[in-house]
């Protein structure tokens, strides 16, 4: 007997550690099951038959069923129950009725609570767990079915009637009972983790009611609830439950062939794809687990790596990367550092491009709409959008737009993208010192970024977008790097397909970016750099063209801008053009913009104060709000003064007209020159006074004219440095001026070298030059011959307005410039001071 009763304890314990019949640990013990299923099942239905209306205590049950011939491990724990089993200790073979609740979520179930239908069982061995806590295990003997309930406490008490089993066999019975094993002989092979052992389990059990009892007593949770398993449980006809049990095991088996065909496409499709399937299935479980929480956000990063297609060098270093941060503390500093360097990673457009509109007609529409005049600029552009749709494959070049400020050099880059339907980024270097600006810093450092290149691309989020390098020639170097170095690994089209990010430590393509850079000097442009621009100089705009752009584009801007309507202001011709004129000197239409804004915020107050304004911008309007003008057309002085000259310089905003005064005095002959002016520039007013002094004859000069004076040249503001050969044709004109006596003509305008045998050698900025003339209200300028080819670049009205005067030689200049002489001062003679005086004497 003891040996017996240890039998049954070692079972009874292997069946309730068991898993669902899915499972390979759960076949040692339903082996041991279905061996005794047989004899069990015949013996139940004799004591079935034997007894009806019988009295017994019942046990209810939560989320479980217990069939008959099945051995159960049941926990008790509520106090009914528990006083139940205390009331069973002791006796052998006592029976109990179980019966599962409806509710789960019911404690203290009452009759109306639990099913109709439940299993006989005996009791088998009761196990003590702790003082109110119980394990009992539990044999079914048949199904039962309430009659009468008897009562509540001390535990529950019912009339019952055993359901007998029929035992009558016929082919149409076996029939499906084979088709039920073979369903799920079909279904154990499509689990290959079983053992091989676990298909012969079936046929140890012969009939197939009870071969439907043992399959829905072991069906797992998530393949059928209480609630189909009570159904099988009060399905009494054997044929009808065979069905009911087949119907599940077959949706079951659809499931597993599903699976298999999911993991044969699976498989096809990838290492990649596998391992996502894997993953999703690890986080369900760790999930079901609880154990979801720090590795969601590590799995978050897999799959934004995974959707962001990196290539083949990042994905290693991802993969590497994520490895190490799932294997990190969060509160670690260094797991802080991994997620951003892979979210960088996963943020970057490794594979995301929008689609180019090469429409030449859309281009030229475009630079139209957002630009006015620039057309050798806009002819170029078109040239270059042309190209890059007969050759999509092509690398253009470089675009580089050099101009004064104000010109639209940096909207000329947002104006290409919107024509070729490309996303915009400016990036601004003027001020940039530190080479990691460009390349990024190394992640080592704390606080570790990528360079402005990688930046932009995340912002875009596409990598083939329009960048426009704003101020190229403001770069600076420092003991932190050249940025300028930096950049060539960026512009150039040979190496840019490779370039690595120093914080990125990976190669990212940037082939495909059209890069486009802007400039206001191109001196101070590093020559490595240079040589990988293409040249596009925009010049300032006219005079005409200024006032086109005011009433065409800034007018309508700001008043929009300011909330008002051309009703409430309305720019007059005159009114625009005295903007222009008396208001403005420069080679953009900044400024100009700026005082028409003026203008709009005048009459804007007005009207916020309650002031029903209509208003015309007059002139006399226009200087009643901007105040006493600025500028006047005619820049030299009324009187002619010799040794006064007008010359024309270039400067980083555009041309300028610039003075150049020279005057003597009383000396022995040395030479002054003043105003701020680099050596070059010196060099030419000391070339002028000595081609003077070596044409004195020719000049009715004296020989030794600089005998008892000396000479003082000047440009004035001098705090603006000045550097050039253009001044030399002026220092020329001036000191001739000044020593002959002749005012130079206050409407002539110059510019060009002098060389001591006296040739006019050519100079630079022809265009920007004569456009500051034009607005300085020159009539007449004096160039170079050698650069009437630049004449083509300037403006028609300009010309139409300027007497162009081509000169080879220093000779011809004087005939030109120089207006009839005026009285010539006194002489003062030179007296040599007396002996121990301190060298100042009166003049």
């Given amino acids: 007997m003891a040996k017996k009763r240890d039998f049954v304890r070692i079972g009874a314990k292997e069946y309730h550690d068991r898993p669902p019949l899915s499972s390979p640990r759960a076949f040692p013990f339903v082996t041991f099951v279905a061996k005794i299923l047989d004899s069990r099942y015949h013996q139940s ?10 009295m017994v205590p019942i046990l209810p049950l939560r989320n479980s069923v217990v069939f008959p011939a099945s051995v159960v491990p049941i926990n008790v724990g509520r106090a009914r129950s528990v006083r139940l089993v205390e009331d069973l200790l002791g006796q052998e073979r006592a029976v109990v009725g179980i019966v599962s609740q409806r509710d789960a979520e019911v404690d203290e179930p009452a009759f109306g609570d639990l099913y109709d ?34 009562g509540l406490e001390p535990y529950m008490r019912a009339r019952i009637r055993r359901i007998p089993e029929n035992l009558e066999r016929d082919v149409e019975l076996d029939a499906l009972g084979a088709s039920l094993r073979e369903s799920m002989r079909e279904a154990l092979a499509l689990m290959p983790n079983l053992p091989k052992e676990t298909a012969g389990i079936l046929d140890n059990v012969r009939e197939s009611g009870a071969l439907a009892d043992l399959i829905a007593s072991n069906l797992a949770a998530e393949q059928a609830t209480v609630a189909d398993k009570q159904r099988i449980l009060e399905t009494f006809d054997a044929k009808a439950r065979v069905r009911a049990v087949a119907a599940i095991v077959g949706k079951q088996l659809e499931l597993l062939r599903v699976r298999r065909e999911i993991s044969t496409m699976v498989a096809d499709e990838g290492k990649s794809q596998r391992e996502l399937i894997l993953r999703q299935q690890m986080k369900s479980i760790k999930e079901e687990l609880g154990e979801g929480g720090e590795d969601d956000e590590v799995e978050e990063l897999r799959e934004r790596l995974r959707l962001a297609q990196l290539s083949e060098d990042a994905q290693k270093i991802a993969k590497k990367q994520l490895s190490r941060l799932a294997g990190m503390q969060q509160q670690s500093a260094e797991y802080n550092v991994t997620r951003s360097y892979l979210e960088w990673l996963a943020d970057m457009p490794w594979n995301k491009t929008t689609h180019d509109k090469l429409d030449v007609a859309d281009v030229r529409r475009c630079l139209d709409e957002d630009h006015f005049g620039l057309e050798k600029v806009k002819k170029r552009i078109v040239e270059y959008i042309a190209v890059r749709k007969l050759r999509a494959d092509k690398k253009g070049p470089i675009l580089c737009f050099i101009g004064p400020p104000g010109v639209g050099k940096t909207s000329l880059g947002r104006s290409i993208a919107r024509s070729m339907g490309r996303r915009y980024h400016r990036i601004a270097l003027g001020g940039v010192r530190d080479e990691a600006e460009i390349r990024g810093h190394r992640r080592t450092y704390v606080g570790a970024l990528p360079g402005r290149i990688v930046q932009g691309l995340k912002k875009v989020g596409v990598r083939n977008p329009v960048f426009v390098l704003d101020e190229v020639d403001k770069l600076g170097v420092d003991m932190m790097g050249d940025p300028a170095a930096a950049l060539l690994e960026v512009l150039d089209p040979a190496q840019n397909g490779t370039f690595q990010d120093h914080y990125l430590d990976t190669p990212f393509d940037l082939s495909q970016i059209t890069f486009l850079a802007t400039a206001n000097n191109p001196d101070t442009i590093p020559a490595p750099l240079w040589d990988r621009l293409e040249v596009i100089e925009v010049p300032g705009y006219t005079r005409m063209e200024k006032r086109s752009i005011a009433r065409e584009f800034l007018a309508p801007k700001q008043l929009s801008a300011h909330g008002l309507t051309p009703e409430r202001l309305e720019f007059t011709e005159p009114g625009i053009e005295t903007i222009v004129d008396n208001y403005t000197r420069e080679a953009g239409v900044r400024g100009l913009e700026r005082e028409i804004g003026a203008v709009c915020r005048h009459v804007a107050m007005r009207l916020a104060e309650g002031e029903d304004v209509h208003e015309v911008a007059t002139t006399e309007m226009v200087e009643k709000v901007l105040g006493a003008p600025r500028y006047s057309r005619e820049t030299a002085e009324d009187q002619l003064v010799p040794g006064v000259a007008t010359g024309l310089a270039w400067t980083p905003s555009g041309g300028d007209v610039l003075f150049i005064e020279a005057t003597r005095m009383p000396g022995k002959g040395s030479v002054v020159v003043t105003g701020n002016l680099k050596a070059v520039m010196q060099e030419s007013a000391t070339a002028a006074v000595t081609f003077v002094r070596s044409k004195a004859s020719s000049l009715g000069l004296e020989q030794e004219f600089l005998r008892s004076i000396d000479l003082h040249l000047h440009v004035p503001k001098g ?43 050519p100079v630079g900025g022809i265009k920007e030059k004569l456009l500051a003339a034009h607005r300085a209200g020159m009539k007449e300028v004096l160039i170079p011959a050698r650069n009437e080819r630049d004449l083509d670049d300037v403006p028609k009205d300009v010309l139409a307005e300027l007497h162009i005067h081509l000169v080879k030689r220093v000779d011809e200049i004087l005939p030109l410039v120089l207006e009839p002489p005026v009285a010539a001062p006194p002489e003062t003679p030179s007296t040599p001071p007396p002996e121990g005086d301190d060298g100042v004497h009166a003049v």
């Fill in 45 to 54: 239905v004799s004591e079935t038959r034997s007894s009806e209306g019988e």
């Fill in 117 to 150: 239908v439940g299993t006989v069982a005996r009791v088998v061995k009761v196990i003590r767990l702790g003082p109110s806590n119980y394990s009992v295990v539990l044999h079914g003997v048949s199904r039962l079915k309430m009659v009468a309930p008897l």
């Fill in 719 to 761: 705090g603006t440095p000045k550097d050039g050969p253009s001044a030399g044709i002026t220092m020329f004109s001036a000191v001739a001026s000044l020593l002959l006596h002749c005012p130079v003509k206050r409407d002539v305008a110059m510019t060009g070298e002098i060389t001591l045998r006296g040739n006019v050698l």
